[in-house]
């Protein structure tokens, strides 16, 4: 059994930062690709930002430069600092990760950004 348990998220005016940070544990034999996705009720769920185990990110356009993955292989986490937010930003943030080549995600945390 393996849980993923996020945690930050929060309330943050617009252009300040905030960090998301998501944990795995259970039984893990290796986890692969960490991704961050968010959703806005209504819409899809969408992938923010990726990382692969070698430590190579991918980001969506409209967060490049503002937002930064990063994972921890060892402790089996994954964060998401993100600065210079805006109003759009604002969503129930997922992590996933790709763990003994099965996806798990995590519960979701609201991030609120004011404007």
């Known amino acids: 059994q393996v849980q993923l348990q996020a945690s930050g998220g929060g309330l943050v005016q617009a252009g300040g930062s905030l960090g998301l940070s998501c944990a795995a544990s259970?039984?893990?034999?290796?986890?692969?690709?960490m991704s961050w996705y968010r959703q806005v009720p209504g819409n899809q769920r969408e992938q923010v930002a990726s990382?692969?185990?070698?430590?190579?990110?991918w980001y969506r356009g409209s967060v490049a430069g503002r937002f930064t993955i990063s994972r921890n292989n060892a402790n089996y986490t994954v964060d998401l600092q993100m600065s210079s937010l805006i109003p759009d930003d604002t969503a129930v943030y997922y992590c996933?990760?790709?763990?003994?080549?099965?996806?798990?995600w995590g519960q979701g945390t609201l991030v609120t950004v004011s404007s």
């Open positions: 996933n990760m790709v763990v003994n080549s099965y996806a798990y």
């Open positions: 990382i692969t185990s070698g430590g190579r990110p």
């Open positions: 259970g039984s893990i034999d290796s986890i692969g690709l």
